[in-house]
């Protein structure tokens, strides 16, 4: 929650605010995940891997913040081919840095598109946020109080199906606050759209500690002491922003 008000501004700003605070952030993930990759695979293919993923996600950032967001997506896809053929005649994590270039790239050309639209930029991206970190708070709360069931206990122990419960439960009723204020008459769909995204946003969290796993190490960083770094912050974003964006951008959703 540290991130909270620094978001809120450059959401606000919107423009190339928005776009270059994104840009930090791919420039974090990047050096990140080439920690994990050294964890993983040793030094030399770390700075190959953390090489690769900042420069296909700045690039893809600024593709999109220029209104060119299929240039930004012809090059996330690029990299991530050239990538996986370089990583497989060099030996070992064949995709490891594909992997990478997807998991970085692609939220952050959906980020800054969602912010881009027209008219409903701002609420768009607003009610993501919203749901994310509700979906984080309430699993969070609710896991800690009812315990139980563990969720995925070889990937994430601490997660448990209480807590998936709470999660959407607090999704719900976030979004459907949201649309309220939005004006929108159509509140069980949106407590619907709250709850299918919080099940996204939990599974990008698992997908995240799984690669965390994979790598032998407990968080992606230490940018934020007691809570990580980026990529733990915004894990609940990984999926959830291309999610949306993907809705908005098949116009399968009417807003609000």
Request: net charge positive; hydrophobic share 60%; aromatic share 8%.
């Amino acid at each position: 929650m540290a991130l909270v008000p620094i978001a809120l501004g450059v959401v606000m700003a919107g423009g190339w605010v928005f776009a270059l605070f994104v840009g930090a952030m791919v420039a974090l993930m990047s050096h990140e995940w080439s920690r994990l990759s050294e964890c993983r695979f040793g030094r030399p293919y770390a700075r190959l891997a953390g090489a690769v993923v900042l420069g296909a996600g700045l690039v893809a950032t600024f593709f999109t913040a220029l209104g060119r967001p299929d240039a930004a997506l012809l090059c996330v896809a690029a990299a991530a081919l050239a990538a996986g053929l370089i990583a497989w005649m060099r030996g070992p994590g064949s995709v490891w840095t594909s992997i990478g270039v997807v998991l970085v790239g692609l939220p952050a050309i959906a980020l800054v598109w969602l912010r881009s639209l027209p008219d409903i930029g701002l609420s768009a991206l607003l009610w993501l946020l919203v749901v994310v970190w509700a979906t984080d708070s309430a699993a969070y709360l609710v896991g800690r109080r009812v315990g139980g069931a563990r969720l995925a206990p070889s990937i994430s122990p601490g997660k448990t199906w209480a807590g998936l419960g709470g999660g959407v439960i607090g999704a719900s009723l976030a979004s459907v606050i949201v649309a309220w204020a939005l004006g929108s008459e159509r509140l069980a769909h949106w407590a619907g759209l709250g709850a299918s995204f919080a099940v996204i946003a939990q599974l990008g969290d698992l997908a995240e500690s799984m690669l965390k796993r994979r790598a032998g190490v407990k968080d992606s960083g230490s940018l934020i002491p007691g809570h990580g770094g980026v990529l733990d912050r915004v894990d609940g974003l990984l999926l959830t922003a291309p999610a949306l964006s993907l809705l908005l951008g098949l116009k399968a959703w009417q807003w609000p």
